[in-house]
């Protein structure tokens, strides 16, 4: 089963414009991190948020956590075309370290 | 450091067959995932490993899917006999510990059963 469900489920920006996907999951967590998979490829690991942090940054890409919520926002700016790619979070169920994927968002830049 | 490696890159075999997909994960790298990618979807966790035990295998189809982790180091996941609905990228990952470690993947195995 689904832990988490992103929004939208597909996204379509130009080049230079801010992409924001979000994030939904259902139980308490000990982290949630988000993963970018290109076409053809495995994932590749993003950036990883505590439970008890509620913002987080790196490089380009800005995480958001609301654990009231069980929500959690990603952020990229100034995209690229090269940012085109699937994005999907993932949690572990507080106590169990067990990464469960969420459906993903699909980001398409056009240059 | 060397990545996650996986082979076969692709397979196609007819239903009822069997395949085995081979995973070798990054050095020191204790915690093994599989996880079966069906297209469109976000990746579903299949089993576990911590060194060479199982740690989850709930969403494992144990009446067709087995999977081995020989020495804590490589990971084979066998599948017999397949059907239709198990075409799929199947993706191995690990990471150094159990805990709030990124994970690491191959780039996965795309499985077509006709």
């Known amino acids: 089963s689904q832990q988490g469900e992103e929004d939208p489920q597909a996204l379509s920006i130009q080049e230079g414009e801010n992409a924001t996907m979000n994030c939904s999951y259902k139980?308490?967590?000990?982290?949630l991190q988000w993963y970018r998979q290109n076409s053809g490829r495995g994932l590749v690991h993003l950036i990883l948020?505590?439970?008890?942090?509620r913002e987080k940054h790196s490089g380009r890409l800005r995480v958001t956590l609301d654990t009231s919520k069980k929500s959690s926002s990603l952020l990229i700016t100034a995209s690229r075309a090269a940012d085109t790619a699937s994005y999907f979070c993932?949690?572990?169920?507080?106590?169990?370290?067990?990464?469960?994927f969420g459906t993903g968002t699909r980001l398409k830049v056009l240059a | 450091e060397a990545g996650v490696a996986q082979s076969p890159r692709y397979k196609i075999i007819e239903k009822r067959q069997s395949v085995a997909f081979w995973c070798n994960p990054i050095?020191?790298?204790?915690?093994l995932y599989w996880y079966q990618q069906i297209l469109g979807q976000g990746p579903k966790l299949l089993i576990q490993?911590?060194?060479?035990?199982?740690?989850?295998d709930s969403q494992l189809p144990k009446d067709r899917f087995s999977a081995e982790r020989l020495k804590g180091v490589d990971s084979t996941l066998k599948i017999q006999p397949a059907k239709l609905e198990d075409s799929a990228v199947y993706l191995c990952?690990?990471?150094?510990?159990?805990?709030?470690?990124?994970?690491?993947f191959g780039n996965g195995t795309r499985l077509t059963v006709t």
């Open positions: 990952a690990s990471s150094p510990r159990t805990g709030s470690s990124p994970l690491h």
């Open positions: 139980t308490s967590i000990n982290n």
């Open positions: 948020i505590r439970s008890n942090e």
């Open positions: 993932a949690t572990d169920a507080s106590g169990t370290y067990k990464y469960i």
């Open positions: 050095s020191g790298h204790a915690t």
């Open positions: 490993f911590q060194n060479n035990g199982v740690v989850d």
